[in-house]
């Protein structure tokens, strides 16, 4: 089986240095890493460029033109050019431990997808971490400056959610789990079954949660995962235009079960015209 690795990117770039390392030291190899990038100023291959000897995998850029917020559209940009048949989503501001991929891997199923949970790391705590990965210190090391209120929070969500998605299984429960964008993964094929994101989603918000109730109206369940080591979210300054597109969202919460969930302009048929650059890297 094939795994492809998938890492949305808008500037800060530094964060796409860490994502990297964090790839490299994996315990199981991907066989692609896709950097998804939608419209970047900065120029990525400067940034990675002494990074690259080290990647056992094949590095590829999917660049799209700075149009506005676009990340639904870089996604589905991300899903078209990969070879894999798992798709590991994660956005270049989370980092991981060394057997993040490997853990994926053996819970991976077809008819799934896994959304994990992130710690959540304030401006102080992401200063500190990012000093320890420079100096390219152990994961349980890291680990140790997230606090314990938020490693017990995330525990709670973990625990929720598997109570939440296994009653709604059941139709025990009316409404599908909360998805989030940060990290997650499912197989090609399931992500093809709903036609991937919904590119009509534009601005920052609410394109992970649309296609989160879309694959689970669709019967693609959730498959919780805990992780021996959790993923951080590194903190950054939040977006002025985040919480975009309530309106389209609840048209999606509405929708009846047994229908057709594709959206209409996603992965097969791109809503905007502008051609994708792709450029292998290695």
């Known amino acids: 089986m094939k795994v492809t690795f998938i890492t949305t990117v808008y500037n800060r770039l530094e964060y ?10 994996q315990t199981f190899q991907v066989d692609e890493f896709i950097i998804a990038d939608d419209g970047s100023r900065e120029k990525v291959i400067e940034f990675i460029e002494d990074l ?16 506005g917020f676009r990340a639904a559209r870089s996604r589905n940009n991300g899903a078209r050019e990969a070879e894999g048949e798992l ?42 971490i990012q000093e320890l990965l420079d100096r390219g210190e152990l994961y349980k090391k890291v680990l140790l400056h997230i606090s314990d209120a938020q490693k017990m929070d995330r525990n709670k969500q973990i625990k929720r959610d ?4 296994l009653k709604y299984r059941f139709k025990l429960r009316k409404k599908p789990i909360t998805v989030g964008g940060a990290s997650f993964a499912l197989f090609k094929e399931d992500y093809i079954r709903v036609n991937g994101f919904n590119e009509e989603f534009k601005g920052h918000g609410n394109e992970d949660l649309d296609f989160g109730f879309r694959l689970q109206k669709s019967g693609v369940n959730p498959r919780i995962i805990k992780f021996s080591e959790a993923p ?51």
């Open 52 to 67: 690259l000897p080290e990647c056992s995998f094949k590095v590829k850029h999917v660049y799209q033109e700075d149009l």
């Open 87 to 128: 798709l590991i989503y994660c956005d270049q501001d989370v980092i991981f431990g060394k057997t993040y991929i490997e853990e994926i891997v053996e819970n991976s199923k077809r008819g799934t997808i896994m959304p994990f949970k992130v710690l959540w790391s304030t401006f102080e705590e992401k200063e500190e």
């Open 232 to 282: 951080i979210h590194m903190a950054h300054p939040k977006d002025p235009t985040a919480g975009s597109n309530e309106e389209k969202l609840e048209e999606t919460k509405k929708t009846p079960e047994m229908i057709a969930l594709k959206c209409v302009h996603g992965y097969i048929n791109s809503f905007d015209t502008d051609k994708y650059k792709v450029r292998v890297l290695k």
């Open 162 to 165: 598997s109570i939440r998605s």
């Open 16 to 25: 796409l240095r860490n994502i990297m390392k964090c790839l490299i030291n």
